[in-house]
């Protein structure tokens, strides 16, 4: 769907064109390269019909067809939706078309019936010429524009202010005459038949004869010829034969029109969309959206302003406008890229990847508007890569200095932790793992190219002394506990020494019980013998008394009696005192036993604590090796950090040499800059002034040529007011008539112009005129020097 917008209309009360709106805020939206069809020719011949086949609306909708005398496109108009179109290459492109205002109708001038031809010319890639019937003189003097376009429009500036420069024709429009109700047969003599580009080339060749009228055909047959190099011809018969159905022929079915017309109708299409390119001028690329919007404001522009359109100023003009407008996009897509990858790490080479594809994408948003030549889009594309490199700078120069911060807060708090950890009691094993745990941490949480290398100084001075703070409290504590065990183990001396003069008394009381008992043995067995010697001599009473026994019975009995007594009491006395020695051995070897017990169990403990004082020994001169290698660790770091802080103070100096270099070089790049501002202001002043020189000095001549025609012009024989003074052939003539100069002593007060007049009313106007034109630009002291030297001569 679409609608036709007005892109370039005339404001007859300002007596300008004015650009449409809407039609260049369609063209800035479509991106890629645009083909651009326009559609000329007379007023009322269907030139809005043909737009609207290639639109493929053949019943309603599209340009508006009128079917009265009145024209029904004023201006340029363009279709809102451009279609995209596939080359035969595969390439796609958006076309464009536009209905041009009818030339040569009632209320035309010629001059804006050249200015919308030309403009027609200028936008489009093919250049369609809608014309009714054949082509014959009329068709050609119609043409005429084309002539009258070559004089106001040139391809570069330095080609003069009056256009029609050689080379137009390289910059111009595919052009396609068209024939509608085409009815003649082509045919050459002799029945051979012709193409319709046969036909367009023989009409264009030049025609026999001479004169005025002559040379004008030719003159616009050559015009045409030279501005479309590419040139085509296309036929189209009768749309149908009735007169009364044509008028509204764009409303009508297409089955209603002859097949002849349809199928050529269908051919033209094919034809029209199989030629339109994508214009180009030299190395600037393809034409886009955005370039075209820009080329209709430069040439509408130029019109307006009375210059004359230069195809190569508009076309660099847009470019420089594409290229501004790329760079900032190239800047909104890196700061945009840059945002999309959220927080970034303060990390060189994450920083430089980030940058790499943030450029990237800038590239990227730059290649896809910019346009122009390689030096345009190159100078651009540095000024983009400038300001975002800066941005860069900044933002990495920000990220790293808080890196850096970070990296010396999480360092100090580490050392806190660390020597809070020392001072707890904790042990080297216990210390490395707090240790492990705060480089992991360390590794997450910080950044920056200075993260490794501050973590090894800080490794370098906190480590050792925590260390170090570790193995003097473990050595003092090893040390106490051996002055501990030694003094157990000097007691446990002690100890044995009492506890083994203890088993020896035990042991002389051992022996002073066995004498006992042996001593109480013998003692029982004197009893024991005293009781059978006893018992003996009681057997021989008995044998003695035994023939008494009758007399003595009482005796005998009581005898007895005592007798006996006298044996249990011996016996009972054996009986206890062998049962006290008993008691006394069992004591006594109890004793023994137990002191014996007693004396191997201190042995033992001695033993024991023996052997632990020979652990205490072993572990306290592992602890002093150990001690010893920390020790050598120690100074090993404590030169390695020596050595990274001279590094670390030689890097600093680096540093801040660079930064004076830096400092040094964006001074001299500003003062630079300011020099070559100020340049550019003198070289935009002396452009100036000499442009205004020149002006004056052609005004001078032209005055001076003309009063040296006045006084001159019987012995020159009229010769041409615009010629060089030399070529008056009366060179004895002029020096005859020249008068007396000035007094030359005023000659310094006077201006240079007084001087010239001077010397050109004294008939000096050749010296006036070398000296004038003398490369470079004479200065006033030429101008007196001069003056003085010519008065000097007539003295």
């Not at 009258?148 to 429009?173: D, F, Y």
């Not at 920000?398 to 990296?407: G, H, I, P, T």
């Not at 001169?621 to 100074?635: G, L």
Request: net charge neutral.
């Amino acid at each position: 769907m679409g609608t036709p917008l007005e892109l370039i209309k005339y404001n007859a009360d300002s007596g300008t064109f004015e650009v449409g709106a809407a039609a260049l805020d369609t063209l800035r939206k479509v991106k890629g390269p645009v083909a651009v069809v326009a559609v000329s020719g007379r007023a009322r011949q269907g030139k809005s019909f043909i737009l609207n086949q290639l639109l493929l609306k053949s019943t309603g909708g599209g340009f508006q067809v009128g079917a009265t005398h009145r024209p029904c496109t004023k201006g340029l108009w363009m279709w809102s939706a451009p279609q995209q179109i596939t080359a035969a290459d595969g390439s796609r492109h958006h076309l464009v078309l536009l209905d041009t205002e009818g030339i040569d109708a009632y209320d035309q001038t010629a001059q804006y019936s050249t200015q919308i031809f030309s403009l027609a010319v200028l936008l489009s890639s093919l250049f369609v010429y809608n014309q009714m019937g054949g082509i014959d003189e009329s068709a050609l003097d119609r043409l005429s524009l084309v002539t009258e376009m070559t004089k106001h429009v040139r391809v570069r500036a330095a080609a003069g202010s009056a256009g029609g420069e050689e080379g137009l024709g390289e910059h111009s429009p595919a052009f396609l005459w068209l024939l509608r109700d085409f009815y003649l047969q082509l045919e050459e003599e002799g029945g051979r038949k012709i193409t319709p580009r046969d036909y367009l080339e023989t009409a264009l060749r030049p025609v026999a004869g001479t004169g005025p009228a002559v040379a004008s055909k030719n003159a616009i047959r050559a015009s045409i010829a030279g501005l479309f190099p590419n040139r085509d011809c296309f036929t189209l018969v009768r749309p149908m034969h009735d007169e009364a159905a044509l008028s509204a022929m764009d409303s009508l079915p297409r089955d209603k029109l002859r097949p002849e017309f349809q199928a050529g109708v269908k051919q033209l299409t094919e034809l029209i969309l199989g030629r339109a390119h994508p214009k180009r001028f030299g190395g600037m690329g393809a034409m886009t959206g955005p370039v075209l919007a820009g080329l209709v404001g430069a040439y509408v522009g130029a019109m307006n302003a009375g210059a004359v359109p230069t195809i190569a100023t508009a076309w660099q003009g847009v470019a420089e406008s594409e290229c501004r407008r790329g760079c900032d996009a190239a800047e909104a897509a890196y700061a945009a890229a840059w945002a999309a990858g959220g927080a970034a790490a303060a990390e060189e080479a994450l920083l430089e990847a980030r940058h790499q594809s943030c450029l990237a994408a800038a590239r990227a948003a730059f290649e896809d508007i910019a346009v122009g030549d390689e030096a345009i889009k190159r100078a651009h594309e540095q000024r983009w890569q400038a300001s975002v490199a800066a941005r860069y700078k900044d933002v990495r120069g920000r990220l790293l200095a808080e890196a850096a911060a970070a990296v010396n807060e999480l360092l100090y708090k580490g050392a806190s932790e660390v020597a809070a950890a020392a001072r707890g009691g904790a042990d080297l094993p216990a210390l490395q793992q707090r240790l492990a745990a705060f480089v992991a941490g360390y590794d997450k949480a910080a950044a920056g190219p200075t993260k490794w290398v501050k973590l090894a100084a800080w490794l370098g001075e906190t480590w050792p002394a925590a260390a170090g703070q570790v193995l003097d409290r473990q050595a003092a504590a090893a040390r106490t506990a051996l002055e501990a065990a030694q003094r157990e183990a000097a007691e446990l001396k002690n100890q044995l020494g009492t506890e083994r003069r203890r088993a020896e008394q035990a042991e002389r009381l051992a022996a002073d019980a066995s004498a006992a008992a042996a001593a109480l043995q013998t003692q029982l067995a004197a009893l024991q013998q005293e009781a059978a010697r006893l018992r003996a001599a009681g057997d021989q009473k008995e044998a003695k008394v035994a023939a008494l026994e009758a007399q003595m019975s009482e005796v005998l009995l009581v005898s007895e009696r005592k007798q006996a007594s006298a044996g249990e009491l011996a016996e009972a006395r054996v009986r206890a005192a062998a049962s006290e020695a008993t008691a006394k051995v069992a004591e006594v070897m109890a004793a023994l036993t137990a002191e014996r017990a007693r004396a191997d169990s201190l042995v033992a403990d001695l033993e024991g604590l023996a052997a632990r004082c020979g652990a205490a020994e072993s572990r306290l001169a592992a602890r002093e090796a150990e001690a010893d290698e920390w020790r050598r660790k120690y100074s090993g770091e404590a030169a390695a950090r020596v050595e990274l802080q001279g590094q670390r103070d030689q890097a600093r100096d680096a540093l801040a040499l660079a930064a004076m270099e830096r400092d040094s070089a964006a001074r001299e790049r500003d003062a630079a800059r300011a020099e070559l501002a100020v340049a550019r202001a003198d070289l935009a002043a002396e452009a100036g002034a000499k442009t205004s020189m020149q002006s004056r000095l052609d005004e001078l001549v032209a005055e001076a040529q003309a009063a040296r025609a006045q006084a001159f012009g019987v012995s020159s024989g009229g010769n041409d007011e615009n010629a060089h003074p030399d070529a008056s052939g009366g060179g004895g003539g002029v020096a005859a008539g020249r008068g007396p100069l000035a007094d030359a002593g005023n000659v310094s007060a006077m201006t240079v112009q007084e001087i010239k007049d001077a010397l050109t009313q004294a008939g000096f106007m050749d010296e006036v005129w070398s000296l004038t034109n003398r490369k470079p630009a004479p200065k006033k002291a030429d101008w007196v020097d001069l003056m003085r030297r010519r008065a000097a001569a007539q003295q």
